[in-house]
């Protein structure tokens, strides 16, 4: 070799060769490296395939520069060969090629680098092998390591190699050791072994594996360290074995067509064929008679056979189609007995006969119904369905001539509207309208107007009349319950409807009654009402409007009843005398005072009372006036509550009024003003 001089220092690198120990497959003539580009002082392996066998090959290498070493050989007897080529560090460009003795020639190139990092280059060996599936080789692992590399390093290379649904999956891993080493060190090499495994169920083809290095470690943190490098890769063929052929073709006709029943085809018909063997080609097909095989006229049986043969034997299937594509038909016989001259019988049982015609290959199969058609109800062109079905399955539909049968009167239907409620009643006037139905179906003549009912009663019955075109009289009624009277409602108050505040346990009642002609009250038809006495005034009572309904649907319209709410007043309190007797000096000041209680007897404190006073001349009570209070706590014209002795007071002023007779009236809050006279004198 030549150019030993200006070598630097290079990165340690690791070179794996993975050679399969299996006769590679015959190929065109081609070389190739095992990695495009190499680090100083790497190995380089050249490896070729598809030479002249056992032929003597000349491979030269030239540099960069134009030097060429030359390697002289023979070519193994599958005209394949490997080449090992050690080379200096020098930059550039390397063509290598091959030729042997029979002129075949190849050419490739490689590189070769400066590297400054420390890396790791997994190279699989070139070319192919192949496997059924379910087999397995050997491997043969080669790895080199060069450059530099200051610490202790390690990495990892799976020797074990499955393939199953087109992926390689790596196991048995196998830890390998690199120690310190410079960059012009040679080489370190590692050689190990491993298989590689065709799974059972994977597919046919060519498949690529990968064989490269993993887990690298240093034990050096700085430094030259060792990398994971380039990889290469190589090709596994899996291939199914060819099974021997031991059964003849499968022939397989395809009817296409409407098919009926019996086996008889209703259309149509054409018959095509698929031939296989899945073990070996089909070298003959016969088919009888000629193809295409159709059948477009009725027949009672035409047979088509295909014949095939294979290395497995001959097969041969026949196939016969029955066609009848033609349905039955029918004559009609005369009606029996004769209809009169309007085209009516009015006398059962009418009948028709019918006659089946030939003409079907298959024949008829059934006729339903049986001759003779046999007519035994009323009505106006009644005819009947024969459905006739010959043995291939086509059927054919037949409707009898039209007959007539009247006998019966028109049913008359009376007719209410509005209509009545569920009970049975209206409460409106109600329109009768009468219609006819002729069941017999000779026709409706005549039918009665229709009638309005305003009259109230139960049980009214209304009643029309009709004829049919035949002169059969028929008649229809409807009864009516008519009630437009609402129910009356009237409310009961306990006592004499005045009652003391919060008196407690006082209910009305309220009753319905439902005047003539009384379709009568839903219930319920009575109720109570609470009566509130939690404040005093004038109350009102109400059985709102629709609270009651009679059977006919009419509401009660809203009923009130007025009831009052009182205090318990305890008379005017001394010194006014309740009789009128208290007399009084003009200008002095004139207590008066009043209790109220409840139901109870419980004080009532919060009420509101004003008091007016009134001058009386000759027995007439003159007009009113607000009285005037001489304490200053008192607002206006009203009594203030003391609950020292729970009563009302209010400090009467005389000192405006005038000598004679005054009465004095107190407005309460519950609607009573009592009153009481008193007397002034100078």
Not at 17 to 41: C, H, K, N, R
Not at 200 to 208: I, K, L
Not at 415 to 441: E, K, M
Not at 511 to 532: E, K, N, Y
């Amino acid at each position: 070799m030549k150019k030993q001089d200006n070598i630097k220092k290079l990165p340690i690198a690791l070179l794996l060769l993975a050679m399969f120990v299996l006769g590679p497959a015959a190929m065109a003539a081609s070389i190739s490296t095992d990695q495009e580009d190499y680090a100083p002082w790497e190995i380089v392996t050249i490896n070729g395939s598809g030479f002249e066998p056992a032929s003597e090959m000349t491979v030269t290498v030239e540099w960069p520069d134009g030097y060429v070493d030359e390697f002289y050989g023979t070519a193994d007897d599958s005209g394949g060969f490997t080449l090992t080529y050690g080379k200096e560090k020098y930059d550039g460009t390397f063509t290598v090629t091959a030729e042997d003795s029979a002129g075949n020639t190849a050419t490739t190139t490689f590189t070769d680098s400066t590297v400054d990092v420390a890396a790791v280059d997994v190279t699989a060996p070139t070319g192919s092998v192949t496997l059924e599936r379910g087999g397995s080789g050997p491997i043969t692992i080669n790895m080199t390591v060069t450059g530099k590399q200051e610490g202790t390093a390690t990495f990892k290379v799976y020797r074990d190699w499955t393939l199953s649904a087109g992926v390689f999956a790596g196991s048995n891993p196998q830890t390998f050791t690199v120690n310190p080493r410079a960059a012009l060190d040679p080489p370190t090499t590692f050689i190990t072994t491993g298989t590689v495994t065709v799974a059972s169920g994977q597919a046919a083809g060519t498949f690529t594996l990968a064989v490269s290095a993993f887990d690298i470690t240093n034990t050096n943190t700085t430094g030259a360290k060792l990398n994971a490098g380039s990889s290469s890769s190589y090709l596994v063929n899996v291939s199914v074995p060819t099974p021997s052929d031991t059964t003849p073709p499968v022939i397989t006709p395809r009817i296409t067509g409407t098919l009926g029943n019996n086996g008889w085809y209703t259309s149509d018909v054409e018959v095509t064929w698929t031939v296989t063997d899945d073990e070996s080609p089909i070298t003959s097909t016969t088919y009888t008679p000629a193809l295409p095989h159709k059948v477009t006229a009725d027949t009672a049986g035409t047979t088509f056979t295909c014949t095939a043969t294979s290395a497995g034997g001959t097969s041969s299937v026949p196939v016969m189609i029955k066609r009848d594509a033609t349905p039955p038909s029918l004559t009609w016989g005369a009606v029996t007995p004769a209809p009169n001259g309007a085209g009516w019988n009015n006398t059962p049982p009418v009948t028709i006969s019918y006659t089946l015609d030939g003409g079907n290959v298959s024949g008829v199969a059934s006729a339903v119904p049986e001759s003779p058609l046999s007519f035994n109800a009323e009505g106006a062109g009644q005819t009947q369905t024969v459905n006739v079905t010959d043995n291939a399955g086509n059927r054919a539909t037949f409707i009898s001539p039209a007959v007539n049968i009247d006998w019966t009167p028109p049913v008359v239907t009376a007719t209410a509207f509005p209509f009545a409620n569920a009970a049975g009643w209206n409460n409106t006037d109600v329109t009768v309208t009468f219609s006819a139905t002729d069941i017999g179906g000779s026709g409706v003549a005549t039918v009665s107007p229709p009638v309005t009912v305003s009259t109230e009663g139960a049980v009214q019955v209304i009643t029309g009349s009709a004829t049919d075109v035949a002169g059969n009289p028929g008649s229809g009624s409807v009864p009516l319950n008519i009630d437009k009277t609402a129910p009356v409602v009237t409310i009961a108050l306990p006592g004499t409807g005045t009652y003391l505040l919060n008196q407690p346990g006082l209910n009305a009642t309220w009753s319905a009654t439902d005047p003539s002609p009384a379709s009568g009250v839903v219930p319920p038809d009575t109720g109570t009402l609470s009566i509130d006495t939690s404040s005093v005034g004038t109350k009102i009572l109400t059985v709102a409007a629709g609270t009651v309904q009679d059977v006919a649907g009419n509401s009660s319209v809203a009923v009130t009843a007025t009831y009052y709410v009182r205090y318990d007043f305890g008379g005017f309190l001394p010194p006014i005398n309740p009789d009128g007797s208290s007399i009084f000096k003009l200008g002095s000041t004139v207590p008066v005072k009043f209790q109220l209680r409840d139901a109870d007897g419980a004080f009532v404190t919060n009420a509101m009372a004003t008091i007016m006073v009134a001058k009386i001349s000759n027995g007439v009570v003159g007009s009113e006036v607000e009285a005037v209070s001489t304490a200053a706590a008192t607002s206006g014209n009203c009594f203030r509550y003391s609950s020292d002795g729970n009563q009302y007071i209010f400090n009467l002023a005389t000192k405006s009024l005038s000598v004679g007779t005054w009465q004095i009236r107190v407005i309460l809050g519950d609607g009573t003003s009592p009153t009481v006279q008193i007397s002034l004198k100078k």
